[in-house]
């Protein structure tokens, strides 16, 4: 097989299921599915609309959560314009009471100071609400615009109507994949990461490395997580993207050092060690959260044993296994679109997974690995098949744990059962695993055997 280089496009685009029925096909199509799609989309406008309305409103006490990510990169734009320090949690809960908007004690703006230097501005023009229900709509289009991307990846050779109702079809799934719309519910930013890891594969599909790589820096920019995507390329071998990634990130952060020194001393002193401690609250589904959870004394479970020094060596092992396997499948795969789309999708799940604070809002950014997983549906098993049904129920009742993980003195009963406040991590897992069985085409399986 010939070696991959950056020059080379889709010489070997993504094979196509022979047995593949899609819903685009209006001669097959079954009548239900019409109703179907309705009844999503009205449930959808409801879901969606009602979040919207929300954040223009004052909620009742039950949904005063409503945009309070949000809230936090809006204190963080106005305290930057201030010349305040950004990630004190003093001054961001007294600046959003005096605006009557809801802080979450401890819940402070913990990203690079970029996004809060973007947000400045605005803050002087416009209300809390207001900046809040504009946002709402900007994650709301950057998701559909990663739905679209997904779309081009993944039939790239449809007809333009044939890929616009794929895109709507798979725009109704990613909506109401229960992460994606507490995402939208607390007002997170990671509809922008979805699409820049997004346009960052589908760069590389066409051979735009250099565009790739400056989607990549930006995202890296925003959080640090998307940086395990330079391993990625190092191991693909897309040397242009990975410089152009790396030299843009090094420069933006070069160029902001002089001018926002004081903001990332803070950030280095506050909002690092904040955002990588161990927190073993329920809303939390990472690796380190479920160590913790049943190794850390917290109000929220009762642990088998205390030892915190434990809980991050299990932690460190179990991310670097991760990393491992998704490094290894990418290696052993061969060089054309299908496998790297396949392990990109491996990659994206173990920066959500081995992140210290993956709330549950961060598996936004699992739509596209579950858009894949709908890609691959005709060639699943039958078991297969029935995991992902499963793991998609388990995403729905983890969101059951919610009033314990928001006042678990009232619900002591729940601290005894640790191992079910995992229940979106073991979903994110099923579907890692069934995605890791298709990375390597059949036939390089069947060499191998």
Same mark, same amino acid.
């Given at each position: 097989?010939?070696?991959?280089?950056?020059?080379?496009?889709?010489?070997?685009?993504?094979?196509?299921?022979?047995?593949?029925?899609?819903?685009?096909?209006?001669?097959?199509?079954?009548?239900?599915?019409?109703?179907?799609?309705?009844?999503?989309?009205?449930?959808?406008?409801?879901?969606?609309?009602?979040?919207?309305?929300?954040?223009l409103?004052?909620p009742?006490?039950?949904?005063?959560?409503?945009?309070?990510?949000?809230?936090?990169?809006?204190a963080?734009?106005?305290?930057?314009?201030?010349?305040?320090?950004i990630?004190?949690?003093?001054?961001?809960?007294?600046?959003?009471?005096?605006?009557?908007l809801?802080?979450?004690?401890?819940?402070?703006?913990?990203?690079?100071?970029?996004?809060?230097?973007?947000?400045?501005p605005?803050?002087?023009?416009?209300?809390?609400?207001?900046?809040?229900?504009?946002?709402?709509?900007?994650?709301?289009t950057?998701?559909?615009g990663?739905?679209?991307?997904?779309v081009?990846?993944?039939?790239?050779?449809?007809?333009?109507?044939?890929?616009?109702?794929?895109?709507?079809?798979?725009?109704?799934?990613?909506?109401?994949?229960?992460?994606?719309?507490?995402?939208y519910?607390?007002?997170?930013i990671?509809?922008?990461?979805l699409?820049?890891?997004?346009?960052?594969?589908?760069?590389?599909?066409?051979?735009?490395?250099?565009l790739?790589?400056?989607?990549?820096?930006?995202?890296?920019?925003?959080?640090?997580?998307?940086?395990?995507?330079?391993?990625?390329?190092?191991?693909?071998?897309?040397?242009?993207?990975?410089?152009?990634?790396?030299?843009?990130?090094?420069?933006?952060?070069?160029?902001?050092?002089?001018?926002?020194?004081?903001?990332?001393?803070?950030? #280095?002193?506050?909002?690092?060690?904040?955002?990588?401690?161990?927190?073993?609250?329920?809303a939390?589904?990472?690796?380190?959260?479920?160590?913790?959870?049943?190794?850390?004394?917290?109000?929220?479970?009762?642990?088998?044993?205390v030892?915190?020094?434990?809980?991050?060596?299990?932690?460190t092992?179990?991310a670097?296994?991760?990393?491992?396997?998704?490094?290894?499948?990418?290696?052993?795969?061969?060089?054309?679109?299908?496998?790297?789309?396949?392990?990109?999708?491996?990659?994206?799940v173990t920066?959500?997974?081995?992140?210290?604070?993956?709330?549950?809002?961060?598996?936004?950014?699992?739509? #596209?690995?579950?858009?894949?997983?709908?890609?691959?549906?005709?060639?699943?098993?039958?078991i297969?098949?029935g995991?992902?049904?499963?793991?998609?129920?388990?995403?729905i009742?983890?969101?059951?744990?919610?009033?314990?993980?928001?006042?678990?003195?009232?619900?002591?009963?729940?601290?005894?059962?640790?191992?079910?406040?995992?229940?979106?991590?073991?979903?994110?897992?099923?579907?890692?695993?069934?995605?890791?069985?298709?990375?390597?085409?059949?036939?390089?399986?069947?060499?191998?055997?």
């Amino acid at each position: 097989m010939p070696e991959h280089s950056d020059s080379v496009l889709q010489k070997n685009p993504i094979e196509k299921p022979p047995t593949m029925r899609t819903y685009n096909d209006s001669m097959t199509k079954p009548k239900w599915i019409g109703w179907l799609r309705i009844i999503a989309l009205v449930v959808i406008a409801l879901l969606y609309g009602g979040t919207a309305l929300l954040t223009l409103s004052d909620p009742p006490d039950t949904l005063r959560f409503v945009n309070v990510d949000f809230y936090t990169y809006y204190a963080g734009g106005k305290l930057f314009w201030q010349g305040n320090n950004i990630y004190s949690g003093d001054l961001t809960g007294r600046l959003l009471a005096a605006e009557g908007l809801y802080y979450d004690k401890g819940s402070n703006y913990i990203y690079p100071p970029y996004v809060a230097a973007f947000l400045a501005p605005f803050t002087q023009v416009l209300s809390g609400k207001a900046l809040g229900f504009l946002w709402f709509f900007i994650m709301l289009t950057a998701l559909l615009g990663a739905v679209w991307m997904a779309v081009l990846i993944f039939f790239p050779d449809e007809p333009p109507n044939r890929q616009r109702l794929q895109w709507l079809d798979w725009s109704i799934l990613a909506l109401l994949y229960v992460p994606t719309n507490y995402s939208y519910f607390v007002g997170q930013i990671n509809p922008l990461l979805l699409i820049l890891l997004t346009g960052f594969l589908f760069c590389l599909q066409h051979g735009r490395d250099r565009l790739a790589g400056l989607l990549l820096a930006a995202a890296i920019l925003i959080k640090v997580a998307p940086a395990i995507f330079l391993l990625y390329l190092i191991i693909r071998r897309r040397w242009t993207a990975l410089v152009m990634a790396l030299s843009l990130s090094i420069v933006g952060l070069g160029i902001s050092l002089a001018p926002l020194w004081g903001q990332w001393m803070n950030y #280095f002193q506050i909002a690092l060690p904040d955002s990588t401690r161990l927190v073993s609250h329920p809303a939390n589904q990472s690796i380190s959260a479920f160590f913790s959870r049943l190794l850390v004394a917290s109000p929220f479970t009762n642990p088998l044993i205390v030892s915190s020094s434990l809980a991050r060596v299990a932690a460190t092992g179990a991310a670097l296994l991760l990393l491992a396997i998704s490094s290894i499948a990418t290696y052993r795969t061969s060089r054309d679109n299908r496998a790297g789309i396949l392990s990109f999708c491996l990659f994206l799940v173990t920066m959500v997974l081995i992140s210290p604070l993956a709330w549950e809002n961060l598996f936004v950014l699992i739509v #596209f690995p579950l858009l894949a997983i709908f890609y691959l549906w005709p060639k699943l098993s039958s078991i297969e098949k029935g995991l992902v049904v499963f793991a998609i129920i388990l995403s729905i009742v983890q969101r059951l744990w919610a009033p314990h993980g928001v006042a678990p003195d009232e619900t002591p009963g729940l601290n005894n059962w640790t191992l079910l406040m995992s229940l979106l991590l073991y979903s994110t897992l099923i579907l890692y695993t069934i995605l890791r069985r298709h990375v390597i085409p059949k036939i390089r399986r069947e060499a191998e055997l």
